[in-house]
């Protein structure tokens, strides 16, 4: 498939979350709704207590939308690899267009990891906020993760 999108789902979960956190399902349902039948549906997410199901394998679970191609990305710990492994995705199939699906909290710096790595190209981000509302938790993780951000994202430019 030359030219196609990538819809990139990012994960979410709790330790000891035990299965989809409602976040994550808010992410699956807008993935759902603004996938076509011919794109690549990435799902990328961790697990994060050893011995339990991975985010994306967990998502693949609740998946209801469309697709021609699921793929299923359980290595990416943080918002830099999710973005490092989606893009390698999107570069190998010759993607024109990656539609990250994230919260709303999230999308600015899931934005920024994903254009940084595909600076040198021609593939178009964009992002599709999930219906999960502002969370001030939301907002106060990001706001303590964003200083740790750029070492995840430097690192991840490098090993692409």
Known sequence: ???????????????GGGGLHPVCAARVETAA??????????????????????EAELMRGAWTGP???LVLDDGATHTAQN??????VARRIG?????????????????VAFRALLRD?????SLAPAGDGLSLRGMAREAVVW???GIQLARARRRR
């Open 1 to 15: 498939m030359s030219g196609g999108r990538v819809v990139a789902v990012l994960g979410f979960s709790v330790r």
């Open 33 to 54: 709704g603004v996938a076509r039948d011919d794109d690549v549906i990435v799902l990328s997410g961790w697990a994060r207590t050893p011995g339990e199901r991975s």
């Open 67 to 69: 697709a021609a191609r």
């Open 83 to 88: 973005a490092a492994h989606v893009t390698q």
């Open 95 to 111: 993607a024109r267009e990656i539609i990250v699906v994230t919260s709303r909290w999230h999308a600015p710096r899931a934005g």
């Open 121 to 125: 190209t021609r593939i178009a981000v």
């Open 147 to 149: 200083p740790v951000f």
